[in-house]
Each structure stands twice: as C-alpha cells, then as structure tokens.
Nanobody, 122 residues
Framework: QVLLVESGGGLVQAGGSLRLSCAAS????????MGWFRQAPGKEREFVAA????????YYADSVKGRFTISRDNAKNTMYLQMNSLKPEDTAVYYC???????????????WGQGTQVTVSS
C-alpha cells in the first residue's frame, strides 16, 4: 500500500552531519505519520523521531533532541532527517516508517523502508 525508499546513509566522523531521505509512494494520501527508527548491533530497534504528515507536529527521542531535525515535503511525499553533531553512539541502521493512523507516533508503524546504514567514527 505504501512503499518507502531510504537514502543518504554513509560514513562520517564524529561531529559531522548527514541528511537521510525517505521517499514514499503508493497510497500516500492516507499517510498520517512518518518516523525514523534505528537499530544498532545487539540492540533493539528504537524510536528516533516522527512527524505528523498533515500538521507537521514533530517528536524526538531524548537522545537526539537538539541535534536531529525531522521534516517533510508533502508535495514530494518525502521525509527527511537532518542529523548534526553526530556521535559514535548514533551508529545504526536507520529505518523509515509510515502509518495510516497517528494517535500514537512513537510506535505501531505498518510500513517500513529497507534501512540505511549510518556509521559515525570517533
């Protein structure tokens, strides 16, 4: 129903910046919220940031507040995650997610991208 394609991952040094993109296709008219999650080796997938698609309200995990910014371009059906002041602990596979209902935006996503690797060296 909704297809998500992520891009923008890579290798950066600590303190550097990276911008992730997630392009949505399919029934994008039904999008209620999109979000970013990440999973480091040996750890469970964790919430990073989310945005309500229509109104643009944003939500962030405490670990990334002040450093990461989530945004979206409704016309392009694309979501972005601007990551600044990156730390080695930000190293993970980052996943784009989408859902059709958004009473809760930190969990219960139905559609997922393939993931993109972000590696931050010290």
């Amino acid at each position: 129903q909704v297809l998500l394609v992520e891009s923008g991952g890579g290798l950066v040094q600590a303190g550097g910046s990276l911008r992730l993109s997630c392009a949505a296709s399919g029934r994008t008219f039904s999008l209620a919220a999109m979000g970013w999650f990440r999973q480091a080796p040996g750890k469970e997938r964790e919430f990073v940031a989310a945005i309500r698609w229509t109104h643009g309200s944003t939500y962030y995990a405490d670990s990334v507040k002040g450093r990461f910014t989530i945004s979206r371009d409704n016309a392009k059906n694309t979501m972005y995650l601007q990551m600044n002041s990156l730390k080695p602990e930000d190293t993970a596979v980052y996943y784009c997610a989408a859902k059709n209902t958004a009473l809760v935006v930190t969990t219960s996503y139905n559609y997922w991208g393939q993931g993109t690797q972000v590696t931050v060296s010290s």
